[in-house]
């Protein structure tokens, strides 16, 4: 199982923890925002992630 795989099921297990646990509706908005957030920046990342070579030949 891949590092990216690994990380977005934490960040899905984060948020059904966040969405059960939570009461107060605001706090959980932004905790699964928050959440979803990051899980979108690991998912655009992920090329630099396997590809660290790559950063110099654009130019």
């Known amino acids: ?3 990216l ?3 977005l099921i934490a960040y899905l297990v984060l ?3 966040a969405f059960a646990t939570l009461s107060d ?3 959980r908005l932004l905790t ?3 959440l979803g ?3 979108f920046k690991s998912w655009v990342r992920r090329k630099d992630v396997l590809h ?3 950063e110099g030949e654009s130019e």
Do not use: E, T, Y
Request: aromatic share 4%; proline share 5%; glycine share 4%.
């Open 5 to 7: 795989a690994m990380a």
């Open 52 to 54: 660290p070579d790559r």
């Open 25 to 27: 509706q605001r706090i």
């Open 15 to 17: 948020g059904a923890l």
């Open 1 to 3: 199982m891949s590092r």
């Open 32 to 34: 699964l925002l928050i």
């Open 37 to 39: 957030l990051f899980a």
